[in-house]
């Protein structure tokens, strides 16, 4: 079946040092979703890319989606202990297929 | 108002037992989800549901089966539950079409001794 992969599977950094995380589809995607899931919480949509080569900005928070539409990157500048907890990608061949979510990136933030 | 509400939120059963998990969301959306995370975080599709598809991860053993009495609601029911089906249950919603993803409940941990 579709899958989709996701490293790395944990990162620690320091406060303030810059964290990527990188997620590939052995399929094209019609769109791909990222979340983000706090210790004990529950996933939390983040933003969602469709176009390819698309590029979007949160605040700190820079997405990518490639122009093959088979990967996409997540990266946060400058991390802060608030942005502690894991972060998923998520994919959909289309049509009303529901979306395949890679492992995670688990990212700790040393104060 | 909680958008998508699960009950309960822990659950501690006996091996054998059968349990169900109810779902209820108060967006409007038209597909309900559930979906499995184990120990290692690892997020599993399980079931997806709208008033016209069911689509079923073939995946998931038969002892799974959900339950729709309408568009807002979407239980899941376990038979003879065993040790392996200990983990978080997360029910979401989503709209079709839309640009924004799924929403989803607090979950259900479930403990299966």
């Known amino acids: 079946g579709q899958q989709v992969m996701q490293i790395p599977q944990y990162q620690h950094v320091q406060e303030g040092e810059d964290f990527t995380t990188y997620c590939n589809s052995s399929?094209?995607?019609?769109?791909i979703q990222w979340y983000k899931q706090r210790p004990g919480g529950h996933p939390v949509f983040l933003i969602q890319?469709?176009?390819?080569?698309e590029v979007k900005k949160q605040k700190r928070l820079t997405f990518q989606f490639g122009e093959a539409k088979k990967n996409s990157s997540l990266h946060i500048t400058a991390t802060q202990t608030t942005d502690v907890g894991t972060y998923f990608c998520?994919?959909?061949?289309?049509?009303?297929?529901?979306?395949?979510f890679g492992k995670g990136t688990r990212l700790s933030v040393i104060a | 108002d909680t958008a998508v509400s699960q009950t309960p939120k822990y659950l501690v059963t006996q091996m054998g037992n059968d349990k169900s998990i109810k779902c209820e969301q108060n967006?409007?959306?038209?597909?309900m989800y559930w979906y499995k995370q184990d120990s290692k975080k690892f997020l599993k599709i399980m079931f997806s549901?709208?008033?016209?598809?069911?689509?079923i991860n073939e995946t998931v053993p038969n002892r799974f089966s959900p339950k729709s009495p309408d568009k807002a609601h979407l239980n899941l029911h376990i038979n003879s539950l065993e040790l392996g089906d200990s983990a978080v249950y997360f029910c979401?919603?989503?709209?079709?079409?839309?640009?924004?993803?799924?929403?989803f409940g607090s979950g259900t941990r479930l403990t299966v001794v």
């Open positions: 399929t094209t995607l019609s769109n």
């Open positions: 549901y709208n008033n016209k598809e069911l689509i």
């Open positions: 890319l469709v176009k390819s080569g």
């Open positions: 998520a994919g959909r061949l289309g049509g009303n297929t529901p979306l395949v």
């Open positions: 979401a919603s989503s709209q079709q079409g839309s640009n924004y993803g799924y929403t």
């Open positions: 967006l409007g959306h038209d597909t």
